[in-house]
Each structure stands twice: as C-alpha cells, then as structure tokens.
C-alpha cells in the first residue's frame, strides 16, 4: 500500500524534477502553474466524452488543454507582444473560468469536485485499479500512468540530451547552433503538460506544482553542473516525498502539503546556506 | 426577492471587478501580474489562521492577517530574487506554492481535530451566490478609499511605473511606496478572493490592465479601457447568472473579459495577430515581386519564369510585366522604371559598400539583395548624392539613372 502510494509519488517527483529544471532555468517556472489550472476545461471535455472519471480520454483532453495553453501563452506574448507574466495570467485564469463554468453548468450530474481537483487522492492511489483481470492489475492505475510518462520522459532525454542541455542554459546560442529550440520547448511542455495531468490525479492541481518548482529550484542553488543539478532536484524531490510522508503519518497531516511543504523547507535552508556562502556557487544561464 | 438576490450579486461583482481593475493597473505596470496571482493563492494560510482564530468568517481578523501574509509573502518574493540567483518567475511561484500548501496543511489538520472552518472552501472557487451585505459594504469602503488613493498617488505611480529609478530622485520613497502598494493590494485580494475564488481574482487583476495596455498607452485611456471593461464585464455576467441556474458569476466575468480582450489581441487594426501576419506576409510578397522584377530586367534570364506563380500574377494585375512572343514575359514599360529602381538601389548600395566602407568587390552583394528592398527613396538619392552620382557599380555594371 504504502510502497505504491511512494512509487507514484516519486515517479511523480522524477518527471517533475527533469521538467522544473528546465522551465525554472528557461524562466517559465510560472507556466507550470498555469498549466495546472488549465488542464481544467480539458478535464470536462474528457468527463463528457469518456463518462468516466479516469479513462485514458480525461488523461488525454486535459493533457491538451493544458499544453494549448502554453503555447497559447508563447504565442500571445510573442506576436501580440503582451508581457509574457500578463499573457500567462491572461490565459490560464480564462481557461480556468470555462472550466468552473462547464463544471457549474453540468450541475450536479458531474462527479469532478473541487476538493479532488485541489487536493487529489493521494491516499486512495492503491486502491484504483484497472479491473481488465490482465497483467495490467498488478499496479494501480495512477502508478502505471506514472510509468508511462516517465519512460517517454527519459526516451526523450536520452534522444536529445545535448540539445536540451544548450538550450536549457542558452537559447541564443541555440538560435545560432541551428537547433530547433521552439519545438524542443515545445516538446518539454508537451511532456509537462502529461507529468501534470497524470501526477494531478494523485496530488491535486497546486500541489503537482510544487514539485515542478521547488525542487528544480533547490538543486540549482546547490549545484555547479547540469548533470548535477538534475540529480539534485531528483534527490530532493525524493527525499521531501519520504520525509513528507513519514511526517504526515507521525503527525496526522495530508501527505500531499506534507510533502510540499518539506520541499519547501529544503528549499529554505538552500537558499540560507546559499546566501550565507555566496561564493561563486551556482551557475547563471544567459537570456 | 430574486431581483434582490440579483441586485445584490451584480453590486458585488462590479465593486470586486471596479476594485481589483483599478488595483491591478500599478500591479501590471510594475510588471508583477503573476504576484498579483501568486498572492491571491498565498493570501489562503493567513484567512484560515483568522477563521481559526476569530470562529467566524469575514472578520476584521481575515483581513488583518490577509495583508500580513501576503506583504510577507511578497517580500520573500522579491527577496528570494535579490538574494540568490532564482529569477522572478520562479520565486513567485516558490512562494504560491510554498504558502498555499502551508495553508492546506493547515486547514487539513484543523479540520480533522474538528474545529469548524467556516467560508474557508471559498477562498478557493468564490462565492458570489450567497454573497452578504456585510461583504458589499467592505467592498464599498475598499473602493471609496482605493479610488481617492489612486488619483492622489497617480503622478508618482506613473512615474513609478515608467521610469523607477527616476521616480527615485525625484523623491518618491521606494521602498515604502512598495510596501504599501504590496499590502493595499494583499488587502484588496482578502476582501475578493472570498467572493471571486483566488484565480478568478486574480484574473480580474490582470486581464483589465492587459487590455488597456495593449489597446492604448495613454495613461487616461488604459484606466478607462481596463475599468470600463472589468465593470462591464461583471453588470453581464451578472445578469446572464441570475437567467441561468447554477452559474458562477465570477467565472463568467472572466469569461466575457476573455471574449472581449481577445478579439483585440488578434483583429487589432494595428497591433492584432492577424494584422501583423498580413503585414509579413505582404512584405514577404513585396520582396519577391522585386526580385522577380529584377530576374526579368537581367537580358540574360528572360526565359525564367514561364509558370503563374502568385508573384507572376500579382505583377500581371499591376501591369508591371506583360506576355511576349516565346509564351514568356517580358516587363512593360511601367515595369521597366520599377525594376530600374530596385537595380539603382541594389548597385547604388554595393557602389557605397565598396568605396566607402572598402569591402572587398566580391562580398557586397548579399548585403546589397537585402538592402535593395529596405532602401527607401529619400535614402537612396541621399546616397547617390554622397557617393558623387556613380555612373556604374564595383562589377561595372550601369546604374540606372534616376528618373
């Protein structure tokens, strides 16, 4: 029980440690926040469509509603040149607002509720399964999705390691190496928008975040490169996930703020040692 | 009674919207629209605190320890930027999560030790339905002293605005200026976000100054487009709220301000989407034109182009070139004068490339296919006159005169 309910989580925590490290060194860690809130009307449509609460097409529309509006939020700002914070704003909050409105509108025939969208399910992850009477059993389902979009998620990293380790630090130099860093970042928030549909199930549209952010945010005050600074974030998304949860059990707190809020005070003590020291610690991408 | 319900549902919504548009203008200019959003989530721990607190909901407390949590929450922003490396964007959204999860924590735990936590869910989603008359006479006060403020601070927030540093030494204490900008706004977000939700508050912050600012740059203009449009945002989506059951209005506002801030964004005659995309796409057109002009002015490739291509047929339609003999085409005299103009251009530019900035005679050519489309006519006589008339360009060839 316990096992799978970590699997997930730190499945979860493994996808989110890769794509924070590079939206939070391309300064779009906001974007994941926005992604969050705007898998919301895809959800709906997924709802609608499927009549479930968990088949492969809720995974599947909410997964491109929020990546529609990450390039909706890159395309607003770079051809009607709205800043990019108030395009991002501007987007997420609408596509959040059609969602609560079809939500409202379906009435009560809907079982999508705001509490399971804020807060997730984390602790009813071992008792989902697939029910196929297959192989597919084995698992609960949260924790084969989790599976599924790590594997695509180190596929991807393998392919285009190098690429993604200039484009990460330098999108000029990328420009100018000839690299298609546009669809390199679009593939990064196509494979964001999936680690934050399959990972909202279990944790809850805000909490999913956290681990994007935070620990991607930890590891690059503690870094020096960028193979570190990807097993930096992955450890300490981690190790804020075991810690969280053994906390949540010692202390009788929901595992998944738990879990975030250790994160955060990791984070905290990194970026005190960080500015106690401030050495030449740490590395600057350029613009 | 419905119309009660209604009158008082709209007089909400347009006070939230009139609030948070105005509020949102100095926050948007500042360019800290994602700590507008970032605050209307970090708000959440410091209203739970009060409901704890005070057993109720609403109280001065909730908005005592709103502009608490979330001036703090916005200094840790701006300090986590300051003092290590993480950039802006990624310490707002540090702090959203960081605090919100706080808060969740907190409420969890309160709610599990069965302690009542009244109106907490929703600071989450809003509650313009059962809006109360103590809710609307904050409002009211908020707008009252919000819109005194504005105008009497509107030099300095202008000023502020677009040119801090300069604001600076013209006496305008910073520091102060945006702590109180900071809490003003955390105080303003405590009063919506319990009838809005934080996203939709959030999205009445930002949405309104996005508008004005893309529409106009005049300060008088962008206040009026973004109030105007908040306000008339929220009286419509009012009344379609109250003819259909069961509608949030605070989404709806958002969604009407959608509808009308995005149109703009792509039709825009001048700065829209689509407009800029003709606009490529006719200069993209124009510099093929010329160089399909210049193909048929060179003696040597006459036979070239016998297809129609779009090119072929938008010189045809301005009766720059015209069949010949072969099935081929030839340029007619109107022609002839235009491509003459660009030839002059492009020699007239690898002529100046040459002599004056002494670049070797067989590397002036690809900057001179570029230039010949950008010259324009003022520049070009300009140049003539500078480089003494030149009769023939570094590869000898004739520049045309101008005629």
Sequence with gaps: ?287 | MVSEQLFWIISGCLLAAYLLSLTGIPVYLRRESLAGDALSHAIFPGVVLAVWISGENNSWLTYLFGVLVGSLALFLIQSIHQKTLIPKDGATGIVLILFFSVGLLFMGRLQRSGVPLWGVQHVLLGKAATLLPSDLIALAILSVVGSILFFYFQKWLWLEAFDSKFAKHSGLPKNTYGLFLNAWTALVLTATIQILGAVLSAAMLITPSALGHFLSHNPKKLILISVLSACTAAVLAGFISASVPAMSTGALTVILLFLLAFPFFLFHPKKGILMKWIARKKEAGRWKDENTLKQFYNPANVHLETGLNPSIKRLLKNRLIQPNNNGSWELSPKGVLEAERIVRKHRLWETFLHNRLLIPQDSVHENAELMEHLLDDDAEERLSVELNNPGADPHQSPIPPKK
């Design chain 1, 1 to 287: 029980m316990t096992l799978f309910i970590l699997a997930t989580a730190g499945l979860l925590a493994f996808q989110a440690a890769l794509g924070g490290s590079f939206l939070v060194l391309r300064r779009s860690a906001m974007l994941t926040d926005a992604m969050a809130h705007s898998l919301l009307p895809g959800l709906v449509l997924g709802y609608l469509v499927s009549g479930s609460r968990s088949g492969p097409e809720i995974i599947f529309f909410a997964a491109v509603s929020s990546f529609l509006s990450a390039y909706l939020i890159d395309f607003l700002s770079k051809f009607a040149g709205i800043w990019f914070e108030a395009s991002t704003g501007f987007v997420f909050t609408s596509l959040f607002s059609i969602g609560i409105v079809l939500v409202t509108a379906l009435g009560g025939n809907v079982d999508l509720d705001a509490d399971c969208i804020l807060y997730g399910e984390l602790l009813y992850v071992p008792f989902r399964y697939s029910y196929t009477h297959s192989w597919y059993d084995l698992l609960p389902l949260p924790l084969w999705n989790q599976i599924w979009v790590s594997l695509v998620w180190i596929v991807f990293l393998i392919l285009k390691w190098k690429q993604l380790k200039i484009w990460a630090f330098d999108e000029g130099f990328c420009r100018n190496a000839g690299i298609a860093h546009n669809s390199l970042r679009r593939f990064v928030l196509a494979l964001t928008s999936m680690s934050i549909v399959v990972g909202f199930d279990a944790f809850g549209a805000v909490l999913v975040v956290g681990f994007f952010i935070l620990p991607a945010a930890t590891a690059w005050l503690i870094s020096q490169t960028w193979r570190a600074m990807l097993l930096n974030s992955i450890s300490v998304g981690l190790i804020s996930i075991a810690l969280g949860y053994g906390f949540a059990l010692v202390f009788d707190w929901e595992p998944g703020p738990s879990m975030v809020c250790l994160s955060g005070f990791i984070f905290v003590v990194a970026a005190f040692w960080y500015y106690t020291k401030k050495s030449g610690s740490g590395f600057r991408p350029t613009h």
